[in-house]
């Protein structure tokens, strides 16, 4: 079954320093999404992308954060000058269409800021 | 504001009940909706999705829409301890798809 793929699994970075986060979607999908989710928390939405650009993004995708789809095939999350609070679980997704259709989630990055 | 709320629980049933999970939400144009599972640990995994009024079943789960109401919920028939997780509504308007908090079930053999 086709899969997201998230890499690193765990990163853990300095506070104030820059990450990347990568993800690969599913080849035929052509929405893709970055999630995020605090420990013990809800699943908060940060940001949509299709054709190759920023569709909707949440009030906490600010200017620390931008996306970016620099081949045909990786889909990355940029986190600049990290903080404690950024702390969590950050999730990919990505789907086959818009209104009716379901994402499938990578298995995530647990990113640490200490 | 697009609020989608459940109960978080934890919700207890015995093995073989039917278990029952519901949500809210806010936004009114609000057009698909969606019930994810997610083990501790792990990340969503699409179970049901429904977008019309009414009921639509698939296998032991049956998904309920309510538009009027603004409530979807979900029924776990013949539930297993396998079933025991969080249990998240989702729901979709244009690309923004929200999530509740969820709800934790827990399924005792």
């Known amino acids: 079954e086709p899969e997201v793929t998230q890499t690193p699994s765990h990163q853990v970075t300095q506070m104030g320093q820059e990450v990347i986060l990568r993800c690969v979607p599913i080849s035929n999908h052509l929405y893709f999404y970055w999630y995020r989710q605090i420990l013990g928390q809800k699943v908060e939405f940060l940001v949509s992308f299709y054709n190759n650009e920023i569709s909707e993004k949440s009030e906490i995708f600010d200017d620390q954060f931008s996306v970016e789809r620099p081949d045909g095939s990786n889909f990355t999350l940029k986190i600049r000058s990290t903080k404690l609070e950024d702390s969590a679980m950050y999730f990919c997704?990505?789907?086959?269409?818009?209104?009716?259709?379901?994402?499938?989630f990578g298995s995530g990055t647990r990113l640490t800021v200490v | 504001q697009k609020e989608v709320e459940q109960n978080s629980g934890p919700l207890s049933v015995p093995e073989g009940a039917i278990a029952s999970l519901n949500c809210t939400y806010s936004?009114?144009?609000?057009?698909?909706f969606f019930w994810y599972r997610q083990y501790s640990g792990k990340s969503p995994e699409l179970i049901m999705s429904i977008y019309s009024n009414g009921d639509k079943e698939d296998g032991r789960f049956t998904a309920q829409l309510n538009k009027a109401s603004q409530y979807v919920s979900l029924l776990i028939r013949d539930s297993q301890p396998s079933d025991s997780a969080t249990y998240l509504c989702a729901v979709k308007s244009n690309n923004d798809m929200r999530f509740g908090a969820g709800t934790r079930l827990t399924v005792k053999p």
């Open positions: 936004d009114r144009v609000s057009q698909s």
């Open positions: 997704a990505s789907s086959r269409g818009n209104i009716n259709y379901g994402y499938t």
